[in-house]
């Protein structure tokens, strides 16, 4: 009982948080003639568990070594599933050898536990990038030769810390983001496949005939780097070093030596470090790594500096006639960032930090847009390309009217919070992770004395163990002028529905009767309501209404009337085919023309039949990728619409 006390009161406590956070935005819209619309873009230990089928939560673990400390579990010359965390403890040992194992879990070795993997292949299953991990910590030993080692074809994590050991010899090790830290020692001799690497603190790490290598040069707190050797450009390196008394660096402790490999260099700086770079193209990864508060505004990738302090409160990054390939942005501890007016390629947040990007671009050049442990994440006005927008552990992510293109993952106990946001994908919920979604999307505008459908979302993709779930939504309006002057707490808002409790998925949420309203701009609000708690969470909508005919009617639409799209989304053309002797426009979410055929054009763009005429619609380059309307007309008046994306 005490426990889920707790619990709902860190969920009231978050979802007014988000809020604060959406009234913020609505001040700034009713301050704004600008419609309101979707962006376009320019480690715990317990008692052994059973084993569960691939769907199931990842807390299963099978140990190796925990009863017996001395115990060996060999796996050789046969093909196997775990379907759980494996575990090596104490002086465990775990042998794979001449083996085709899948795991559907991570493969850690802790506390003078030994993994030793040969003549075989090792696959970690993973459903999403960066789920699953090899790990090797406190003085634990991981021995890989002659064999093959993979995420199942997503990228995922290797952690070498605490005086342990990684050993890598004639084998393909692919796609991994590997961090060594705290006196770790590793080895890679004759290794194929690549990934991105790290080291810290007093580490040792030797590479040899490696064939793919992204080195981030760590400069930790403290300390100075002068780099002239940085490229984003993989090129062969016949030998390389950095060690603590390299003539380039001050203060670090790792030695991190390269021998006949494939690499590329990028600096990583912590807080309170200084970096100088000349005459070179590089990313460069910000980590915020102390308890810093801070505003950033203008990083841009690609992009050349000729001589340039980059707005950095904590830290001093100079750049000389170099070009930043990436701005990765990389929140931990307390840290509290805020990022506006940017493109950028990475933004991850962990620890107990606090992020905020707004107005900018994410172009997933360098990583996902992530929220875990119990960091919290806002996101506002912002188009999203990364591969992944991943929510993990116990993190919370906002979006607040973004454009998300990829893959939409929620795992552990996470939750994203999707308002007035576009996705191109499905969301994917994993283990008790919960997304909630609300969302107005049409009209943008519509007639007085009317009924007018509004299309939107009011739904949750929960898994059975989650702790949050849908009770309700409504809807509300309220006419709110340009030159209006009132404060947004004292918004009287007008009720369209009452508590509305089935779910809606990009449709009808209501029908709004404009009878007697007067024309001019107008708020929409859709109140989502948490079954548990009745905790609330809203977003709202600009709709402008207006005498005549609307750009979209959705009520009632006739019968037999229909617009077929193919494809849909589209990138260069799009096939569009309506009854004949309709008149067919195609608006954007502004309520603006953008392309149109009236009933007494040319033949050019179109084939006729008896019943449909087909036209073909070439955006020029003038039109962005985004959401559009296609409405087709017919001379009784009868209308109908439909929605298309198109994806540069």
Known sequence: MIVMVWVCSAQVA???????????????????????????????????????PATASVDSILYVG?????????????????????VVVQSGVLIVRNSSVQIYGSLIAVQNGKIIIDSSE??????????????????????????EFNYGGYPGYTFIKDNSSLYVENSDYTATTAIYSNNARVTYTNVTGGGEYSARDSSIVHFSNVEYAMIHVQVPESTSLDMDFATDTLAFVEHWEVNPSSPFVSGTGYTFIIDSSYCMFNPSCASFSELTIEDNQCDILVRFTQDVCDTISGLVNHTLYDDWLAPFDDRTIHLVNTTVR?????????????????IVGEFICFDSSEAYLSNSIHDGTGGP?????????????????????????????????????????????????????????????????????????????????????IIGDAYIERTPTSIFDFDAYRLYYVYYPIDTIIAPDSVEWT???????????????????????ATGRYFLKLDWRESSTGSVVYTFYRVNLREGASV???????????????????????VITAPAGAEVEIYDLRGRVVWERSLDL???????????????????????????????????????????????
């Open 602 to 648: 040319d033949n050019r763009h179109q084939e006729m039949s008896p019943t449909n005429r087909t036209f073909i619609w070439q955006p020029d380059q003038s039109i962005p990728s985004g959401i559009y309307l296609v409405k087709a007309r017919t001379e009784d008046g009868q209308q109908t619409t439909k929605r298309i994306v198109l994806i540069k």
């Open 326 to 342: 990436c701005w990765h942005m990389q929140m931990f501890s307390t840290s509290n960032i805020s990022v506006e007016n940017s």
């Open 369 to 453: 847009l992530t929220a875990g442990n119990n960091s919290q994440v806002f996101v506002s006005y912002s188009d999203i390309r990364a591969n992944t927008v991943k929510v993990r552990n116990n993190g919370s992510l906002v979006l607040n009217v973004c454009t998300v293109w990829e893959d939409f993952v929620v795992s552990d106990s996470a939750l994203a919070v999707l308002l007035g946001t576009f996705t191109l994908n499905p969301i994917r919920v994993f283990d008790a992770g919960a997304a909630v979604v609300a969302a107005i999307k049409s009209p943008a505008a519509a007639v007085i004395d009317d009924d007018v459908s």
């Open 552 to 574: 979209e009617k959705n009520s009632l639409r006739p019968e037999g009337l229909t617009i077929n799209v193919f494809p849909n989304p589209f990138n260069s053309s799009v």
């Open 14 to 52: 978050n979802f007014n948080r988000i809020n604060e956070n959406t009234s913020s935005l609505f001040r700034k819209s009713i301050e704004s003639d600008n419609a309101t619309y979707f962006p376009t873009p320019d480690e715990s230990i317990g008692m052994p568990l059973h084993f569960r």
């Open 495 to 517: 009720p369209v529905t009452d508590w509305i409790t089935y779910q809606v998925r990009d449709d009808t949420l209501a029908v709004w009767n404009t009878s007697g309203l």
């Open 122 to 147: 090792v696959r970690l299953m993973s459903a999403y990038e960066w789920q699953f991990s090899i790990a090797s910590l406190d003085s634990a030993e991981i021995l890989i030769t002659n064999s």
């Open 66 to 86: 925990y009863t017996d400390p001395n115990e060996t579990l060999m796996v050789a010359d046969t093909s196997c599933y775990f379907g759980c965390n494996i």
